[in-house]
């Protein structure tokens, strides 16, 4: 009987140990803060991604229609890196984007980093995602703050026309016919990228290296070529 007992506690542990829900990534941590740019930031070992807000690009620059222009986007890191860089910031994860960052609202002295960024005029309210420094970006274009007090596109305008341009720049470069690229990865994965495909602008092929254009996506997976998956 024993014996019996035994095997029905081992057998109910291993059980409940598969059933059991893995761990979830911790929602709150805290640590020293390195920005890496506008909306980008490491604190302590873990890669953030600041929630409800949106930065200019490094390589954007704002002005024209006879004023001058600027590199905002690297102006934007230099403001927000003077006021944060090294303080110790307390975030809390909300989700996990596609490059593996935290998205997180975070707090250096007790008051949120994305309400004041917002404010000050450095960065834009994200309303794809959430409208919580909506007014924040408001009053501070009324008071032609920061970026608001010179002629700016909004990052995410500016990354789909980067977009779009690069795009049409590869077509150009295309042979008649065969738009789409067989490009091989640094850890020599064959993957292919079509027209409108988010990494198909940027691509290169070098057909030294043994990448090659296919007229047809049938064409790229015959020749050993897996589709991307954005």
């Known amino acids: ?26 929602s709150s941590f805290s640590g020293s803060l390195h920005v890496i740019d506008g909306d980008t930031f490491d604190v302590g070992d873990v890669r953030v991604r600041l929630f409800g807000v949106d930065a200019p690009e490094q390589g954007q620059t704002c002005g ?10 690297a102006w934007v890191t230099d403001e927000v890196r003077a006021r944060y860089d090294g303080h110790r910031a307390r975030c809390e994860r909300l ?3 596609r490059y593996g960052r ?15 960024l917002v404010s000050e005029g450095l960065l834009f309210a994200y309303r794809d995602y959430s409208m919580d420094y909506d007014l924040d970006e408001k009053r501070a274009a009324v008071r032609g703050v920061g970026l608001h007090g010179a002629q700016v596109q909004r990052p995410a305008a ?68 897996r589709p991307a998956r954005r």
């Not at 067989?182 to 602008?201: E, L, T």
């Open 158 to 225: 500016y990354r789909a026309e980067t977009r779009r341009a690069a795009n049409a720049a590869a077509l150009e470069e295309a042979p008649e016919g065969c738009v789409i690229k067989g490009n091989i990865s640094s850890k020599g994965a064959r993957i292919y990228h079509s027209p409108g495909q988010q990494h198909y602008g940027p691509t290169r092929i070098d057909e030294s290296e043994g990448e090659r254009w296919f007229c047809s996506a049938a064409e790229a997976e015959a020749a050993g070529w």
């Open 95 to 97: 989700d996990t984007d």
């Open 1 to 26: 009987m024993i014996y019996i007992r035994s095997l029905f506690v081992g057998a109910l542990g291993s059980l409940l140990a598969l059933t059991s829900p893995a761990p979830a990534a911790q």
């Open 102 to 116: 935290a998205v997180a609202r975070c707090s250096v002295d007790g008051k949120d980093m994305g309400r004041t």
């Open 64 to 73: 024209g229609d006879g004023t001058p222009q600027w590199n905002c986007g």
